[in-house]
């Protein structure tokens, strides 16, 4: 479920923290943001993010099918906030973990850290400090751990000199802050080429990002730059740079001014493709892992296979049985396996790959290494409103007998061993589109020569076992 599909919610303009409305953040382009991915209270998220230009914060609650609430956070698109939503009743929107039962977006530093039912952090009189925590990190805007201090502890921060600038930052009990804000200066304390510069202590909510209120540092670099543009377009590699700048050149305890170089350079893709037809049009014809996303949808991993013409994008493959394919709903239909081994793709990303229509080839080699192929020039898996019902015409295939092939698994929907299955296949331990049953089943026991409970296919009028599989579609 793409986010800019989920309808939201948009609190009033504000750079007010809601925990402490007389205490004033300022709002900057792109707000900070707690970004966690479900989790059972907001309270629990200690990642902060900074959103781009043009994004706000936003919350989301999912019920999931056990009954449960769990909710991510995060930066989103301005114009992903004014779409119309309702939820509850017959609207709901299901997502592989259960149904979306909130959405809201809300403007200013760190605002999403309550919203969609959840309270968020205790009250600011029964609790410490928001504090940032990392460890000896070169840049103290790097930083992005989270963690509520105990109400005897403030925030702290140290920034030192040893081969280079070390900021650590943290929580601090109260006793052992002697003073609050910053002490500046290289004799807090010395010990031989490490020199403390200073070292913060600050009371209020995520004040310890930075050591030094005004930076006064004889040596110090400026904040890293923005990362130029890729280089290159989707599906290639490229360089990206940044560059910062030296505030001073004679620094003490360092020869030759600031540590480090004025320019950072990283390899990078142009994007995600929308899928591998686009990487094999833009010039990738080596098989493997690729993100793609497709229109509409978020990014995700997938094996593209650039040999038989390329374009292939597989959906599954068995080679040799080290994963079981005795799985439950949730797992048929979020994916599971190695992608260069034994995997299912998932039927949640197998109907976003295949929803339009594809041409679909299913290459079969049997344990005695006879190679039989199915290929199709229609095949389409629809929604999970349907139970990811299946979609197959114009079979071209040549092995085997046509009324014993897939196009009798046409309509079916996809049922698991832990779902009601009227004909009663799955429960001996696959999950596939059984009609009755099935006379191949890709995901049946490795090793079993029977079609509707083992990997095998019916042709040459038996059954027959496979040591190999691969489903995949363009």
């Known amino acids: ?51 781009k230009e ?15 609430n769990q909710y991510t956070s995060g930066c989103i698109n301005n114009q992903s906030c004014f779409l119309n939503t309702n939820y509850g009743g017959d609207s709901q929107v299901t997502v592989p973990y259960g149904q979306i039962a909130c959405f809201k977006c ?19 009189q029964s609790r410490g400090p928001y504090c940032y925590k990392c460890n000896q990190l070169q840049d103290p805007d790097d930083c ?48 031989g080429r490490s020199v403390q510069l200073c070292q913060k202590c600050c009371s209020n909510d995520f004040c310890n990002q930075h050591c030094q209120d005004q930076h006064q540092s004889d040596l110090s670099w400026s904040a890293w730059g ?8 989707c599906g290639s590699h490229g360089n990206q740079v940044r560059s910062r700048t030296c505030r001073n050149t004679q620094g003490q305890g360092l020869s030759g001014g600031c540590d480090g170089t004025s320019r950072d350079e990283r390899q990078c893709s142009g994007g995600a493709c929308s899928g591998c037809d686009t990487l094999y049009t833009n010039g990738e014809h080596t098989s ?9 949808y978020r990014p995700f991993n997938v094996f593209c296979d650039m040999t038989d013409g390329g374009s292939w994008t597989v959906i599954q493959h068995r080679l040799d049985g080290d994963v079981s394919f005795n799985r439950n709903w949730t797992d048929y239909v979020t994916g599971f396996g190695n992608l260069r081994n034994d995997f299912w793709l998932g039927l949640e990303y197998i109907h976003e790959v295949t929803k339009r229509g594809v041409e679909a080839v299913i290459d079969m080699i049997t344990a005695q290494g006879e190679p039989i192929r199915y290929s199709y020039g229609h095949f389409s898996v ?12 114009n079979d071209t ?23 009601y299955d009227h004909y009663g296949c799955a429960i001996h331990g696959s999950g596939w589109w059984f009609n009755g049953c099935s006379y191949f089943n890709p995901n049946g026991k490795f090793g079993l020569a029977d079609v509707n409970y083992g990997m095998a296919v019916y042709c040459h009028s038996k059954d027959i076992v496979l040591k190999e599989i691969s489903m995949k579609i363009r």
């Open 382 to 393: 629809k929604n999970a409103s349907t139970f990811y019902e299946l979609s197959v015409s």
């Open 397 to 419: 295939s040549v092995n085997c007998s046509s009324q014993y092939r897939l196009l009798y698994n046409d309509g079916a929907k996809f049922t698991t061993p832990d779902r």
């Open 226 to 233: 923005a990362w130029s543009k890729c280089s290159t377009s």
């Open 54 to 68: 043009g994004q706000k914060c936003y919350v989301q609650k999912t019920r999931t099918h056990d009954g449960l």
């Open 144 to 191: 992005r751990s989270l963690t509520i201090c105990a109400r005897n502890e403030v925030c702290t921060i140290n920034e030192t000199i040893s081969g280079g600038y070390v900021f650590t930052s943290g929580c601090l009990p109260k006793s052992e802050c002697l003073h609050e804000g910053p002490l500046v200066g290289r004799s807090v304390h010395s010990r």
């Open 1 to 51: 479920m793409e986010l800019r599909d989920i309808a939201s919610f948009w609190f009033p303009e504000t750079c007010l923290f809601p925990e402490a409305e007389t205490r004033e953040i300022v709002c900057a382009a792109g707000p900070q943001c707690f970004e966690c991915s479900s989790v059972s209270r907001l309270e629990s998220c200690g990642h902060s993010t900074t959103c």
């Open 106 to 124: 809300c403007s200013g530093d760190h605002c999403n850290s309550r919203g969609c039912g959840d309270t968020g952090p205790p009250s600011w």
């Open 288 to 296: 493997g892992i690729y993100t793609i996303a497709p229109t509409g």
